[in-house]
C-alpha cells in the first residue's frame, strides 16, 4: 500500500515540474527587448555647401620613354625627368610639392603573324609625379616650362584645384548642414502632430570634391603664348544625420 502511495505521489511531482516548466517555454516575451532606442525619434539629414575659390592647382605630370632596350629607355626618361623636375623647381615649385605617384618599366610587344606569338618591340619607361602650385596664377607658366624641359617625352595627364586650409569654410557648411536638419525634423514634427525634442544622435561626412580637367600635352611645341588655365571655383560641401527624440 506504502510502495503504491510513493508511486501516486511521485507521478505527481513530475507532472507538477513538466507542467511548469511548460509554462516558463510558452511565456510572453517581454516586448520592450525588441525595440531599440537608436531608432525611435525624428531621423533627418541635412547639407551644407560653400562655394569658394581654390588656391591650390595640382598637376599630375611626367615623362614616358620607348626604347629597343631597359637601359636605353630608363636613360632617356631619366634625362628628360631631370629637365622637368628643375623646370617645376625655378618655377617657384617646392621639393615638399612634387611627390613621385607612378613609376613602371614595361615591355612593348607586337603580334607576329609568322611565328603566331607576341615578340618584342622595346620597352617603356614612365615616370610621373604630382606638383602642388601654390600660386595659382602661374600653373599656364609652369605646364608651359614643364612640356618645353621635357620634350616630346613629356605627358601631362591632368590639373586639379583645391583649397589648402578648408577648415574654416567645413565650419561654415557644418552650420549650414545643422540648420537644414533642424528645419527638416521641425516639418516633419508638425506634419506628424508631435513635439520635437533635442537630438540623441549625430553623424557628418564631408566631401571636398576637386574637379579634373584634362590636359592631355604630349609634346614641347615652340611656346607662343602661355597656357590659359582658369581655376573657377570649388564647392565643399558637408553632410550630416541628426536624430531628434519625440517629447
Do not use: H
Not at 525595440?35 to 575659390?53: D, H, M, P
Request: net charge negative; aromatic share 6%.
Amino acid at each position: 500500500m506504502k510502495k503504491g502511495l510513493f508511486l501516486v505521489l511521485g507521478l505527481v511531482s513530475v507532472l507538477a515540474i513538466v507542467t511548469l516548466g511548460g509554462c516558463a517555454g510558452t511565456r510572453s516575451p517581454d516586448v520592450t527587448g525588441f525595440f531599440n532606442t537608436q531608432q525611435e525619434g525624428v531621423w533627418v539629414s541635412g547639407t551644407g555647401k560653400v562655394t569658394v575659390a581654390p588656391d591650390i592647382a595640382t598637376l599630375r605630370l611626367g615623362i614616358e620613354s620607348q626604347k629597343a632596350t631597359v637601359a636605353e629607355a630608363q636613360s632617356a626618361a631619366t634625362g628628360a625627368m631631370n629637365q622637368v623636375m628643375d623646370a617645376l623647381k625655378d618655377n617657384g615649385v617646392a621639393d615638399k610639392d612634387i611627390q613621385t605617384q607612378y613609376f613602371s618599366i614595361q615591355k612593348v610587344t607586337r603580334w607576329d603573324d609568322e611565328k603566331y606569338q607576341e615578340v618584342v618591340i622595346g620597352y617603356r619607361v614612365t615616370n610621373m609625379v604630382t606638383a602642388k602650385i601654390r600660386d595659382i596664377a602661374k600653373a599656364g607658366t609652369v605646364i608651359d616650362a614643364v612640356a618645353l624641359a621635357g620634350g616630346d617625352l613629356t605627358r601631362i595627364d591632368s590639373i586639379s584645384f583645391s583649397v589648402d586650409d578648408p577648415s574654416a569654410y567645413y565650419e561654415e557648411a557644418r552650420g549650414k548642414a545643422m540648420a537644414d536638419a533642424k528645419a527638416k525634423a521641425e516639418q516633419l514634427a508638425k506634419l506628424g502632430g508631435i513635439t520635437l525634442g533635442t537630438p540623441t544622435y549625430i553623424s557628418e561626412s564631408m566631401v571636398m570634391p576637386s574637379p579634373i580637367y584634362p590636359v592631355r600635352a604630349e609634346a614641347a611645341a615652340p611656346v607662343m603664348a602661355e597656357t590659359p588655365i582658369s581655376a573657377g571655383e570649388t564647392e565643399i560641401s558637408l553632410t550630416v544625420q541628426v536624430v531628434y527624440a519625440i517629447k
